[in-house]
C-alpha cells in the first residue's frame, strides 16, 4: 500500500516540487497551506507523515505541532527556519519526530522521512515479548508503553529510544551509540536532540520526571536505564 505524506507548508512552489519528488520515490502526497487547513486534511485522512514548516500564516508550525499531538502520534517531519538549533529544540519538545532546516537537498528529505517510517512500522513483531519494570511495561509488537496499565504517548523515535535503554538496562550509552542504534542512518544531528527526548520520555514514564529512578543520567557518558525497578 502507498504511503501518504501530507505537507503542510505556505510556499506553494516549494510544496509542488517536494510533492513531485516524493510522488517520483513512491508516496501519494498531499498538500495544504494553513494550519487549520492541515489539521482537517489530517483528521478525515490519517496521513503516515507530516512534512510540517514552522512559518505558517495563521499559527507557528509550533502550535500546528501541538494541535497534531493532541489528535494523533503521526510521525511529524518539521522544517526549521535557517537551521536555529532553539526551532529544532522547541519543535522536538513539542512531540516533533525529527527536523530538517532550510535549505535543504530533497534527498536528505527523503531519507530523514523513510527513516521516521521505517521506525513507526518496522520496529517489531507482534511474537516480540513485553518488557516489564515494576508498574512498567514496554510492548515491541504493539509499539506502546503502559503505567500502571495506562498508555503513555510517545513519538516513534521516543519509543525507539526508550526500547533500546530497556533491552540494554544496566548499560551506559552514550548519545552517538543511541543515535547509530536508533537512527539505522548516519544522519546530521546535533548534541542537544537527545537530550530533548529522553526528557518527553520522562515526563511519560517517570514519577518525578526532576528527579529520574528510571531513566539516570551518566554524567559525561551518556544514559542508563535502570536495571531493577520492582518497588517504582
Known sequence: MT????????????????????AGNGFDVRTAETAAEGLSDLQRRAPDAVILDIMLPDVDGFEACRRIRAVS?????????KGEETDRIVGLE??????????F??????????AILRRRHGGGTGAERVLR????????GSRAVRLDGTESRLTSHQFDLLLTLARNAGRTLSRDQLMDMTRGEELEAF???????VSRIRAAIEA????PRRLITVRGAGYVFARYQDDI
Open 191 to 197: 548534541d542537544r536532540s537527545i537530550d530533548v527526548h
Open 73 to 81: 502520534d503521526v510521525p511529524v517531519l518539521m522544517l526549521t527556519a
Open 3 to 22: 504511503e501518504q505524506v501530507l505537507i503542510v507548508d505556505d510556499d506553494t512552489r516549494l510544496s509542488a516540487m517536494l510533492a513531485d519528488y516524493l
Open 133 to 140: 519494570f515494576g508498574r512498567l511495561e514496554i510492548d515491541p
Open 105 to 114: 537537498n530533497p534527498r536528505e528529505l527523503l531519507a530523514r522521512l523513510k
Open 208 to 211: 518525578d520526571p526532576k528527579h
Open 94 to 103: 513539542l512531540g516533533a519526530d525529527d527536523y530538517l532546516p532550510k535549505p
